[in-house]
């Protein structure tokens, strides 16, 4: 019944998409030039729909972490328009980007914890901008919300490090809370910028399972940037090669072969071996 | 005007043993030296500092202390409701100024403020505040407020002001900004970001640097009755004008008690802090 349970009947790459119809995503022409000239994006065109998984690999510099965070308006794009979930991003701001970024979750190569305080209490941050001002003013949270947090890490499987110092706990249980206060917020989409970039290869695989599970389970729209090429194949449906600010490769990512790596990873000098 | 110097002194050669050559350049100690002597000699004769009358005069300090001793016990009936004024004055002046500092301190660190003319201001205006002295600061008051106690909170609060809200501006500059995006990231206010990243982070230090200045505001207190800000001081002067050294005595013993007890509750309330 949860073949996520069961690792033997998992077997990558996978052929069947559990995606919905709706449009949760799309850029249009869209293009972005730092103020100091440089150009992160140049004329992206993407569409991503409801329930994806999708991997964006490329290399460092080459626009993965500008592409993401275009998303959800960490950084602003400069030309084109994105739509997220039917909101043009680039003409809101204030309340309404905050309204936007609550369906948005966002996880990061540092994990980016407080690291000072409790886990549970990392995870209650998830739901600090639906408490009224005096109880956010407080931080007393309500007992629903208690319930909720702690159910979100039980879904990771971190429920008994819940009022354990964040700084006690290693890389991979940190990124899982991380998880666990993004899933508090109930986003629509996952946006993860190198995941398990700072992690050991076996916790790197556990920490994209629970993506996997979250993904498959909760129907979540999950974009990852990674730079593990294995990875990217084995757990993503689709992936998207940048290179230089532009999309070179859109596709499933059982069509990703070595000609395609080369492509995206490919350097200028002539050397052309794919980092695999 | 170093390299004149290495000129003068020529630098100390080494020759290794397969023939290189290594220089190393003479101290400056000696200049450095002769400078510093030199300094002092200019302050002694500026301050009018005499060792003679130092030696002479010194004597009179043990008469006074003689005179002190024993203290005026039933003189501590009287010394009770200004001990009490100077502990409320520190205590009330340290929570204002601690509490009137916190946006202020925010609207410092330019981590938080992207306005660097904002924070540029209110930096100057904390080490403007700063710079005015505690005794200064509760003159000016009593000039304001009249004599009596509220002056000397109003002088507290200042001083504790400028020294907790530098501090804490320090601090918060300091601080793992990686939460502070992703609270951003998940939908929250700029206000709840500070609330729930920064706050946790600089929390048990700015508790700290409240109680240390709590620690020092009591001190502080115990003289500004000498410009009329109420409190111990007050009496203090007024003893020491009549010479009644058993009083002045008892007064003192009062203040170093009340300080010692001060200063180990908060070194062990800031003992559980870190």
Request: glycine share 8%; aromatic share 8%.
């Amino acid at each position: 019944m949860l073949p996520f349970l069961l690792k033997s009947e998992f077997h990558f790459p996978r052929e069947k998409l559990i995606t919905g119809d709706k449009i949760m995503i799309n850029f249009k022409n869209v293009g972005k030039v730092y103020p100091n000239g440089t150009v992160g994006l140049k004329d992206v065109n993407l569409t991503i729909n409801d329930g994806e998984f999708i991997a964006i690999i490329g290399r460092s510099g080459a626009g993965k972490s500008t592409l993401i965070r275009a998303i959800n308006k960490m950084h602003s794009v400069t030309s084109g328009t994105l739509l997220v979930d039917d909101v043009d991003v680039r003409t809101i701001d204030g309340k309404q980007l905050r309204k936007l970024r609550r369906k948005i979750g966002m996880i990061f190569q540092s994990f980016n914890l407080v690291t000072r305080t409790t886990v549970i209490k990392n995870v209650l941050t998830g739901f600090v901008p639906d408490l009224p001002f005096y109880r956010s003013i407080f931080g007393i949270f309500p007992q629903e919300m208690k319930i909720k947090a702690l159910e979100a890490l039980d879904k990771v499987g971190i429920l008994d490090k819940a009022y354990i110092r964040v700084d006690q706990l290693s890389g991979g249980q940190q990124q899982r809370v991380a998880l666990a206060r993004t899933l508090a917020q109930n986003p629509k989409v996952i946006l993860a910028d190198e995941p398990v970039a700072a992690l050991d290869p076996v916790t790197a695989k556990q920490v994209m399972d629970d993506f996997l599970h979250i993904n498959q389970e909760m129907g979540i729209t999950v974009l990852i940037n990674i730079h593990h090429v294995e990875l990217a194949l084995e757990y993503a449906t689709r992936v998207i090669g940048i290179k230089e600010g532009q999309i070179i490769y859109d596709g499933p990512s059982n069509k990703v072969d070595d000609d395609v790596l080369s492509q995206i990873y490919g350097q200028k000098d002539g050397n052309d071996e794919p980092i695999r | 005007m170093m390299s004149l110097y290495d000129k003068i002194f020529k630098p100390k050669v080494y020759t290794l043993s397969n023939g290189k050559q290594v220089s190393q350049k003479r101290s400056r100690m000696p200049v450095i030296l002769i400078l510093t002597v030199a300094a002092i000699l200019i302050s002694a004769k500026v301050t009018g500092f005499s060792l003679t009358v130092l030696v002479s005069r010194i004597s009179y300090f043990f008469v006074m202390l003689k005179d002190m001793f024993p203290p005026d016990l039933s003189y501590m009936a009287r010394v009770w409701a200004p001990l009490w004024d100077t502990i409320k004055m520190s205590l009330l002046g340290s929570v204002i100024g601690a509490l009137l500092c916190i946006p202020f301190a925010l609207l410092a660190s330019t981590n938080l403020v992207k306005n660097k003319v904002v924070t540029a201001i209110v930096k100057f205006m904390f080490s403007l505040v700063r710079t005015l002295p505690t005794l200064v600061a509760a003159l000016i008051a009593t000039y304001i407020f009249g004599l009596g106690t509220l002056a000397g909170t109003v002088a507290i609060a200042v001083f504790t002001f400028a020294y907790c809200g530098k501090i804490l501006y320090e601090n918060i500059e300091t601080v793992e900004m990686g939460s502070y995006e992703a609270l951003g990231a998940l939908g929250c206010h700029p206000l709840s970001c500070i609330r729930y990243s920064i706050l946790p982070q600089v929390l048990p230090t700015y508790l700290s640097t409240v109680l240390f200045c709590f620690e020092g505001n009591v001190r502080y207190a115990s003289i500004l009755g000498y410009v009329g800000a109420g409190g111990l001081g007050l009496i203090l002067n007024e003893k020491i004008g009549w010479r009644e050294y058993d009083r002045v005595g008892m007064i003192l013993i009062a203040l170093f008690i009340t300080v010692v007890v001060i200063e180990s509750l908060s070194q062990w309330l800031r003992s559980k802090l870190s």
